[in-house]
């Protein structure tokens, strides 16, 4: 079963061809700019990658482009669209409706949209990939897949917020999480490694980039997460602030007598790490400017190394325990400095991680390194995300349910 996995934003469109027999991915790339007039197609596969120069009005013709690069010419993969047996949309807000992925139906669709509320600007670009494909390749299977599925187990304990009840009841205001594909994909590897049923395991998932969240996952399922409504919520990150005590918001907007849009650009785009450091959101740039002697740098570097160990430690205390913590994520995957500063001073916990390992993990060139060091109790694994690979486990897995 070839399989396209789509994840798609109101003006870009990532793609990966997943060919399931062997999980090999056939070509990737990523379609920009749509609706500009500077758009342009980057197409990798058969060991070239190229980016060239197109026209996409919409994300249909970027679709068209898409099957253009796949079928002719050096990034050939295929012979025809009707090659491709199905389509794993990313799709990012499901609310409590959708709590696992599901065959696209215009009832699906017509939800998704009544849930853009949730994700403004992310389900209705969702949407846009959706009929766009619909366009483009007829009647294959669609599929939808959720960030926020992989959560929808939490108990209402955790989900909840001490607000009027009616709130959550008339307007769905609750904690949803994010990143649910890339927790779900690297727990599973995890139990994998580990050589255990992930149903006796209890595990971190620290999913750290740009945007960053971390979940516990007791015996397969979500406890608990930390990005809550919205993905604003949680760590700090390259420019969302976490969580805040609500009455800063108000503060803020009335101080600086600013509408509540110019408030949420602030807390979303300009706060963060870039907001404390005044350097940069990518926490690299940071990092440097901290060893050049930025102390606003260093505070902010703290801050997000404090944050994360703290939230890995009411997780442990949550789940009554934990057998392993696995990073992932831009930051997760390739900063060791942070890796370490975040176990330090652990090991009552039993977290201890081995230095040269931590130090090495990103030369070993495995999608799964363990960096634990000897003695301790709790298994310290960096995992290498594969979100895509995820999607188009689910696509495949919701239409053979369905063709049986």
């Known amino acids: 079963m070839k399989i396209l996995v789509i994840n798609c934003g109101s003006s870009s469109l990532k793609y990966q061809l997943i060919d399931m027999d062997g999980e090999k991915v056939l070509c990737k790339g990523l379609c920009e ?41 050096e990034g050939k993969v295929i012979d025809s669209a009707s ?21 696209i139906t215009p009832e699906v669709v017509n939800t998704i949209r009544e849930l853009s509320p949730l994700a403004p600007l992310h389900n209705p670009a969702g949407i846009l990939g959706i009929e ?18 992989f959560h929808s187990t939490m108990p209402p304990k955790a989900y909840m917020y001490a607000i009027p009840y009616e709130y959550y009841e008339k307007y769905g205001v ?32 620290c999913h750290l980039g740009n945007g960053s969240s971390i979940a516990a996952v007791d015996q397969g399922k979500v406890v608990d997460t930390s990005m809550g409504m919205t993905p604003l919520a949680g760590l700090m990150m390259g420019t969302r602030c976490g969580d805040l005590d609500p009455s800063v918001v108000n503060y803020l907007k009335y101080t600086l007598g600013i509408t509540g849009h110019e408030l949420d650009e602030i807390l979303n785009k300009k706060s963060g790490l870039l907001g404390v450091s005044g350097v940069s959101s990518d926490k690299r740039d940071v990092e440097a400017a901290a060893k050049a002697g930025n102390k606003r740098a260093q505070l902010a570097s703290d801050m997000l190394n404090y944050q994360i160990k703290k939230t890995i430690g009411s997780y442990i205390a949550a789940m009554g325990g934990v057998d392993a913590i696995i990073f992932t994520g831009g930051i997760g995957e390739h900063d060791a400095e942070s890796r370490a500063k975040i176990c330090h001073h652990m090991d009552w916990l039993g977290i201890r991680v081995d230095t040269d390992k931590n130090n090495n993990a990103h030369n070993q060139h495995k999608d799964v390194v363990e960096i634990t060091a000897w003695g301790a109790r709790v298994r310290t694994l960096v995992i290498e995300t594969n979100e895509e690979l995820m999607i188009a486990r689910d696509t495949k897995e919701v239409v053979e349910d369905a063709e049986k």
Do not use: Q, W
């Open 33 to 73: 700019r749509i609706g500009m007039e500077s758009s342009m197609i980057t197409h990798e596969a058969n060991g070239t990658k190229a980016t060239t120069p197109a026209i996409f009005p919409t994300h249909t013709e970027a679709f068209a482009e898409v099957v253009k690069k796949m079928t002719t010419g």
């Open 83 to 103: 090659d491709i047996d199905a389509i794993g949309h990313r799709v990012v807000h499901g609310g409590e409706k959708f709590k696992a992925s599901c065959l």
């Open 132 to 149: 766009a494909a619909k366009k483009v390749f007829g009647d294959i299977p669609n599929v939808a897949v959720f960030d926020t599925a």
């Open 174 to 205: 609750r904690r949803y999480g994010f990143h649910g594909t890339s927790h779900k994909y690297v727990s599973h590897r995890a139990a994998e490694f580990l050589e255990e049923p992930i149903e006796r395991l209890k595990l971190i998932t």
